[in-house]
Every structure is written in structure tokens, then in C-alpha cells.
Nanobody, 121 residues
Framework: QVQLVESGGGLVQPGGSLRLSCAASGSILRIGHMGWYRQAPGKERELVADISSGGSTNYADSVKGRFTISRDNAKNMVYLQMNGLKPEDTAVYYC???????????????WGKGTLVTVSS
């Protein structure tokens, strides 16, 4: 069994900052890609940022220069530091990872349940 649990969401004023965390737990042998997606009301889920097992990062154009993704492989965690938040960043943010479970030889893709970020004055 593998679980992803996000935390750190909340209400913040425009221009403010939040740090999201995602903890992976369970029978984990290895974690590959880790990423953050978001889904705003009435919109499709979209990639915000991702990071490879080697540390290579990729960002959506809308968040470049404002958001930073990082990971702690020893703790099986991924983070999203969000600065300069805008009302259009309001969404449910989801953690997504590729995990190889103990006793398995191939990875599977997992999603967390999401954490709500609301940017409003």
C-alpha cells in the first residue's frame, strides 16, 4: 500500500507565499518522477511543476520564476514553494509520483487527494 498526503494549503492574500508538502509512505522501493498538478474550478487538471529522480525540474510557464519544486529523497517528500501568489493560482493542488513498490519490478503512478490553495484579498 502506498499513500501520498499533501499539506500546506490555505488562504493567502495576493503576493503572499505558501509551501506545499507531499509525503509518500508505504511499501516503497524507489520513487521516480514527482510532480505537482492543480485543478481550478471548471478547468482541467494541469501540470504545475515536476522533478526527476535526478533533480531536473520543469515548470508551467504561468509559474516560472514564482514557484520552486524540490524533493527530499531520504524522506520521500516533494515540496512546492509558491511565492508571488495570484488569484489565478487558486486551485486544488495534487501531488503525483511514480513509485516502485517493494516486491515489484515496475513503477505505478499515484495521486494524492489534494490540498486547496485560495488566493484572495
Amino acid at each position: 500500500q502506498v499513500q501520498l498526503v499533501e499539506s500546506g494549503g490555505g488562504l493567502v492574500q495576493p503576493g503572499g507565499s505558501l509551501r506545499l508538502s507531499c509525503a509518500a509512505s508505504g511499501s516503497i522501493l524507489r520513487i521516480g518522477h514527482m510532480g505537482w498538478y492543480r485543478q481550478a474550478p471548471g478547468k482541467e487538471r494541469e501540470l504545475v511543476a515536476d522533478i526527476s529522480s535526478g533533480g531536473s525540474t520543469n515548470y508551467a510557464d504561468s509559474v516560472k520564476g514564482r514557484f520552486t519544486i524540490s524533493r527530499d529523497n531520504a524522506k520521500n517528500m516533494v515540496y512546492l514553494q509558491m511565492n508571488g501568489l495570484k488569484p489565478e493560482d487558486t486551485a486544488v493542488y495534487y501531488c503525483n509520483t511514480d513509485i516502485v513498490r517493494l516486491g515489484s519490478y515496475r513503477g505505478m503512478n499515484y495521486w494524492g487527494k489534494g490540498t486547496l490553495v485560495t488566493v484572495s484579498s
